[in-house]
């Protein structure tokens, strides 16, 4: 049950994007297609859940006991930084057609602050191993989500006729608050 | 860059020309994260302040030792170390600023407006020059923060630095500026304004 709290907290209530703000770039770049956004949240997701399994061991089995909280932004950067480029070599020689889905998309997640702003906020909590991890899940879906609605509304929106001096960022920011306050209504589900 | 810029244009161009929030929409998440009060807001601004330029000079001092493969693993290593300073100053000596911004300032290492610039200019530029490159990007990036941060404190709780201006008796705060909603609506309108201003100068 505590499982699917997180899960559904971490997707819905505290959506990275809405609620918390993280990932906002990615956000406003690659929200103008559908497909597009897809393949980005489907390569955040991959190395959000990594980034669960590979920070937890570290932080609470070396970098805890050895009192050295203080190197936690260098390591977690170093770590989601080597897992990207790992995740691209290893995806490009086992399979290039989701290589070339992905592509441009994995480097970009290395300064995607939703990335770093998980481990970070996942120590902040405290989580178990196992939450931690369903934490990462949840954390990606939500992003995903948030990104996919987004690019829905943008492909339609192509054809309003917008204010010439909105177009763009002004209006997709715009999207998004109007979407953070649609996303507030799930704030009810849990207390 | 076709001509070398003067100094002083080298400064202005990150208040306005090439304000990192308005012109490149680079380091979004702080900017709509921290500004739901002015005081978060300075200290936001101070930390990337801090940041941008110590990372500026340092790299651009060593610019030609680093080999251009490994540039950018290099450049985010020495921002995580001034971030890590500037984290655990703030922890010590504000605790309450530094509670208020959370996580935010840890991600001041991913925040692209400081890769950005140090990858677009101080990795091909003079110590001195990189400076004040990397002091007119944080004024045009804290003064968007200040914006934002004083836009969203008065209309969402009718204060400024805990300071009430819009008195309770005949102004109902409008809780939603506070909120997440309140930060992309504030920000939206603030990019529409900054290009309708924009395209006003050059029309003239």
Known sequence: ?191 | MSKQNTLSQEFLKGLWKENPNLVQLLGMCPMLAVTNEVVNAIGMAGAVTFVLLASALIISLIRSWIPAQVRIPTFIVIIAGFVTMADRYLAAFYPDLSKALGPFVPLIVVNCVILGRMEAFASKNKPGRSVIDALGMSVGFGIVLLIMGAVRELLGNGTILGAQILSPNWYDPMMVFILPAGAFLTLGLLIGVSNLVQKKLAGR
């Open chain 1, 1 to 191: 049950m505590e499982y699917i709290i997180i899960l559904v907290s971490a997707i819905l209530i505290n959506n990275f994007v809405l609620a918390q703000f993280l990932g906002i770039c990615p956000f406003l770049g690659v929200s103008n297609r559908l497909s597009s956004a897809i393949s980005m949240g489907a390569a955040v997701t991959f190395v959000m859940t990594l980034t669960a399994i590979v920070t937890w061991p570290l932080f609470y089995l070396v970098l805890a006991p050895y009192k050295l909280d203080f190197l936690q932004i260098i390591t977690f950067i170093l770590v989601i930084a080597s897992l990207v480029q790992f995740v691209e070599m290893f995806i490009k020689k086992s399979s290039p057609p989701l290589y070339d889905a992905l592509g441009i998309f994995l480097p970009l997640i290395t300064t995607n602050c939703a990335i770093l702003g998980f481990a970070l906020f996942a120590v902040l909590k405290n989580y178990s191993y196992l939450e931690t991890i369903v934490f990462g899940v949840g954390a990606g879906l939500g992003f995903t989500l948030a990104l996919v609605i987004m690019a829905g509304i943008r492909e339609e929106l192509q054809f309003a006729d917008v204010p010439q001096s909105l177009r763009g960022a002004g209006i997709t920011l715009l999207v998004a608050g109007i979407l953070a306050l649609a996303f507030m209504g799930f704030a009810g589900l849990i207390r």
